[in-house]
T-cell receptor, first 113, second 113 residues
Framework: TQLLEQSPQFLSIQEGENLTVYCNSSSVFSSLQWYRQEPGEGPVLLVTVVTGGEVKKLKRLTFQFGDARKDSSLHITAAQPGDTGLYLCAAEAGSGNTGKLIFGQGTTLQVKP | ETGVTQSPTHLIKTRGQQVTLRCSSQSGHNTVSWYQQALGQGPQFIFQYYREEENGRGNFPPRFSGLQFPNYSSELNVNALELDDSALYLC????????????FGSGTRLTVV
């Protein structure tokens, strides 16, 4: 069974602090996605990482795909209250074009002003 | 370009009843996937429809069923509702079975009492 484990599950920090969220698995994935979900809304895709060792930056967010394509991290620099939300990592299950995503259990981030 | 629209937004049903949830896919997308998200958890894959055919199913019992129509909109039907079916039901559309380029709707919050 392919699983994605996220840590930490909850994070409450002050505005301006840095943080890292981790997404780990024992399985190898061809790609991995990060989503952010706000209360009452569906997840919104932030980034897709494809190549082992790849680093992508989206303003203050830095995403890294592990060399072995089994893990990923999301680092936020100088967090702001607008970053508050549920962060989810996801990867395509199985092999081939299954179209099925498996999700981690999510990391709830609260950034206090 | 319109996004993914789900209806209704909220629903309360009694245990044992049946429910139908609806999803209009994003313009140009031919694939619809349904996910169940329990409170504080990541979404879990229910099934996917591609060009009106079921293209993969997650670990959900047969009382969860679906349809996709020629205009690529979709329905999720759940029979014999149980209390544990209370969750946010998310619809995501994509092109050619995804999972890249998923666009999620805001979801239907189902409460079973």
């Amino acid at each position: 069974t392919q699983l994605l484990e996220q840590s930490p599950q909850f994070l409450s920090i002050q505005e301006g602090e840095n943080l890292t969220v981790y997404c780990n698995s024992s399985s190898v994935f061809s790609s991995l996605q990060w989503y952010r979900q706000e209360p009452g809304e569906g997840p919104v895709l932030l980034v897709t990482v494809v190549t082992g060792g790849e680093v992508k930056k989206l303003k203050r967010l830095t995403f890294q795909f592990g060399d072995a394509r089994k893990d990923s991290s999301l680092h936020i620099t100088a967090a702001q209250p607008g970053d508050t939300g549920l962060y989810l990592c996801a990867a395509e299950a199985g092999s081939g074009n299954t179209g099925k995503l498996i999700f981690g259990q999510g990391t709830t981030l609260q950034v206090k002003p | 370009e319109t996004g993914v629209t789900q209806s209704p937004t909220h629903l309360i049903k009694t245990r044992g009843q049946q429910v139908t949830l609806r999803c209009s896919s994003q313009s140009g997308h031919n694939t619809v996937s349904w996910y169940q998200q329990a409170l504080g958890q990541g979404p879990q894959f229910i099934f996917q429809y591609y060009r009106e055919e079921e293209n993969g199913r997650g670990n959900f019992p047969p009382r969860f069923s679906g349809l996709q129509f020629p205009n690529y909109s979709s329905e999720l039907n759940v029979n014999a509702l149980e209390l544990d079916d209370s969750a946010l039901y998310l619809c995501a559309s994509s092109l050619d079975r995804g999972p890249y380029g998923y666009t999620f709707g805001s979801g239907t919050r189902l409460t079973v009492v």
